[in-house]
């Protein structure tokens, strides 16, 4: 027999605790401390992705979990489930991935209906051009210095958008790479700095690439799946046309 919908959900994905808010809040009982969408949440914080208060979210006795295979580790998602929990992992690291685990956690996971944001955020990313033809560095973190490499959702949506990732093919995920090589005059055309999970700012990261444009962006925009998607396109692009004008 199918699973009923549940009445309750605890979310450990900033991303997923926006999506559901903006379609069912009354729905949400737990979120984690980095949930800051949208602002004013209500629900129990139980902690942070990596570091869920297991006997909180327990207490909580929430009908659904939802998590995400990179975000969440698997022995806190195996101890939610020891605690007799239903979770349910997600794993997107496409574009189209992002959609379609969107429309299984909240139709099949929730048992809600399709939100219309989650059609408009489609139709505006069905809409959007590859109107750049650029090479990008993308780090998210420094000291050490990390960037973007394969198989991430934000390399996704900047390839969409015409943004060729340089390290897109390497080896690793986030892998560590010496400023001197990630700097060097002509390795790529553009840097592109998200707000998260290194704040980059106007005064801390462009300085450290002075022969590359500098596109600070926000990071809900670039990593986030959710509502955010529908202006993300405009919202990247507008910095990235402002960079490299």
């Given at each position: 027999?199918r699973?009923?919908?549940?009445?309750t959900?605890?979310?450990?994905v900033?991303?997923?605790?926006?999506?559901?808010a903006?379609t069912a809040?009354e729905?949400?009982?737990?979120v984690?401390?980095w949930?800051t969408?949208?602002?004013?949440?209500?629900?129990?914080?139980?902690?942070?992705?990596?570091?869920?208060?297991i006997?909180?979210?327990?207490?909580l006795a929430?009908g659904l979990v939802?998590a995400?295979?990179?975000?969440?580790r698997?022995?806190?998602l195996?101890?939610?489930?020891a605690?007799?929990?239903?979770?349910?992992v997600?794993?997107?690291?496409?574009?189209a991935?992002?959609?379609?685990e969107l429309?299984?956690?909240?139709?099949?996971?929730c048992?809600?209906p399709?939100?219309?944001w989650?059609?408009?955020a489609?139709?505006?990313?069905?809409?959007a051009?590859?109107?750049?033809?650029v090479r990008?560095?993308?780090?998210?973190?420094?000291?050490?210095w990390?960037?973007?490499g394969?198989?991430?959702f934000?390399?996704s949506?900047?390839?969409?958008l015409g943004v060729r990732?340089?390290?897109?093919a390497d080896?690793?995920r986030?892998?560590?790479?010496?400023?001197?090589?990630?700097?060097?005059?002509?390795?790529a055309?553009?840097v592109v700095?998200?707000?998260?999970?290194?704040?980059?700012?106007?005064?801390?990261g462009?300085e450290?690439?002075p022969?590359t444009?500098?596109?600070l962006?926000?990071?809900?925009?670039l990593?986030w799946?959710?509502?955010?998607l529908?202006?993300?396109p405009a919202?990247?692009?507008?910095?990235?046309r402002?960079a490299?004008?």
């Amino acid at each position: 027999m199918r699973d009923m919908p549940p009445r309750t959900v605890v979310s450990l994905v900033p991303s997923l605790t926006e999506a559901v808010a903006a379609t069912a809040p009354e729905l949400l009982v737990g979120v984690t401390d980095w949930c800051t969408h949208p602002p004013g949440l209500g629900a129990a914080r139980v902690r942070g992705t990596k570091n869920p208060d297991i006997a909180a979210i327990a207490a909580l006795a929430p009908g659904l979990v939802l998590a995400n295979e990179e975000e969440n580790r698997p022995q806190d998602l195996a101890a939610l489930r020891a605690a007799g929990l239903r979770v349910l992992v997600t794993e997107i690291r496409t574009l189209a991935q992002g959609f379609a685990e969107l429309h299984r956690v909240l139709t099949e996971g929730c048992g809600l209906p399709r939100p219309d944001w989650l059609d408009a955020a489609e139709a505006a990313w069905r809409q959007a051009r590859a109107e750049f033809d650029v090479r990008a560095v993308v780090p998210v973190w420094r000291r050490p210095w990390m960037v973007l490499g394969r198989d991430t959702f934000a390399g996704s949506l900047l390839a969409h958008l015409g943004v060729r990732n340089v390290y897109a093919a390497d080896a690793e995920r986030y892998p560590k790479v010496p400023l001197p090589r990630l700097a060097a005059p002509g390795h790529a055309d553009v840097v592109v700095l998200p707000d998260e999970p290194y704040r980059f700012t106007a005064e801390d990261g462009p300085e450290a690439f002075p022969a590359t444009p500098a596109a600070l962006v926000s990071g809900r925009h670039l990593t986030w799946y959710g509502p955010s998607l529908s202006e993300a396109p405009a919202v990247i692009g507008a910095a990235l046309r402002a960079a490299i004008r």
